[in-house]
């Protein structure tokens, strides 16, 4: 059969949906009459099936509430400084959509703590593991065991910025993150003065930083890349104590567990939030 120029095509039958399941062409195309002697097509609306409505109200339509595809993201943005509560109030940064970097060690429990502060929050919270990036690249990745050189470094700034881009996008849409990251307090432009550009202003920094003799147990008790030689991990120790006297919070967890490190760390953010570190 054929058809006017501009007129849709009938849809290819399926299962359960073939001539007889209801596609009228003169359902579609209101005006147009049967020539007298000819037989009703063979796909015709069969009797006490109305014909769905048709028309340019019905073709715009919005989707139906239950359809997906249709959420509009806000872009992310640098984050800004979160604003202390108005009046006597004390913060609680349970319930306040923040941006945390947790610094230190190999070995400190950044990813430990990170994840059990971001399961036992108020609001949605999102835990962006900078060692978790940097381990997307499967072929070619430049594994700093084996030598810290360019290709090595630009893995991990590629990471960094990925990781800001991320906590950036989920902050805008209201989703607080917590990244950790073994961050040098005398590398600033590298270390801390990268996250504050890829993230913004808004971000808090808090140091963990237990004994070496801990760090070198729970690194022990490590696998893979991520355990490293008892030297490396003194030498990487010894730097992180340059964080004393930078006026960043520091938490020494050397004999505290999970939830009361997490604990510890909300009252540091509290401090944070009323009077963010000058960094």
């Known amino acids: 059969m054929q058809h006017a120029v501009g007129s849709p095509l009938p849809p290819p039958h399926q299962p359960g949906h073939g001539p007889a399941a209801g596609w009228s062409p003169a359902a579609h195309h209101p005006g147009q009459h049967q020539q007298p002697g000819h037989a009703a097509p063979m796909h015709a609306q069969p009797p006490?099936?109305?014909?769905?409505p048709v028309g340019p109200q019905h073709a715009s339509m919005p989707p139906p509430p239950d359809t997906t595809g249709h959420v509009t993201l806000p872009p992310g943005g640098p984050v800004g400084i979160p604003s202390a509560p108005q009046g006597p109030?004390?913060?609680?940064?349970s319930a306040t959509t923040l941006a945390v970097l947790l610094i230190g060690p190999a070995g400190a429990g950044k990813t430990s703590v990170a994840k059990y502060w971001a399961d036992h929050r108020r609001v949605p919270t999102a835990h962006i593991s900078l060692d978790d990036v940097r381990e997307w690249v499967r072929s070619g990745?430049?594994?700093?065991?084996?030598?810290?050189?360019?290709?090595?470094?630009?893995?991990?700034?590629?990471?960094r910025r990925t990781c800001g881009f991320a906590a950036r996008n989920f902050l805008a849409n209201g989703i607080s993150c917590i990244l950790d990251d073994?961050?040098?307090p005398d590398r600033p432009v590298v270390g801390l003065g990268g996250w504050k550009r890829h993230v913004g202003p808004g971000l808090l920094p808090v140091v963990l930083l237990p004994g070496l003799d801990v760090v070198l147990e729970r690194n022990a008790e490590r696998t893979g890349n991520r355990r490293l030689s008892d030297e490396e991990v003194a030498r990487i120790h010894g730097r992180m104590a340059g964080w004393y006297g930078s006026g960043l919070p520091i938490i020494d967890n050397s004999q505290l567990d999970v939830p009361?490190?997490?604990?510890i760390l909300d009252d540091v953010l509290t401090r944070a939030i009323a009077s963010p570190p000058k960094w």
Not at 89 to 93: C, E, I, N, S, V
Not at 260 to 263: G, K, L, N, P, S
């Open 260 to 263: 009361e490190t997490a604990r």
């Open 89 to 93: 109030a004390t913060p609680d940064p």
């Open 141 to 159: 990745f430049a594994d700093p065991q084996t030598g810290w050189n360019d290709n090595s470094e630009a893995q991990y700034r590629l990471a």
């Open 182 to 184: 073994a961050v040098f």
């Open 48 to 52: 006490g099936h109305p014909a769905p």
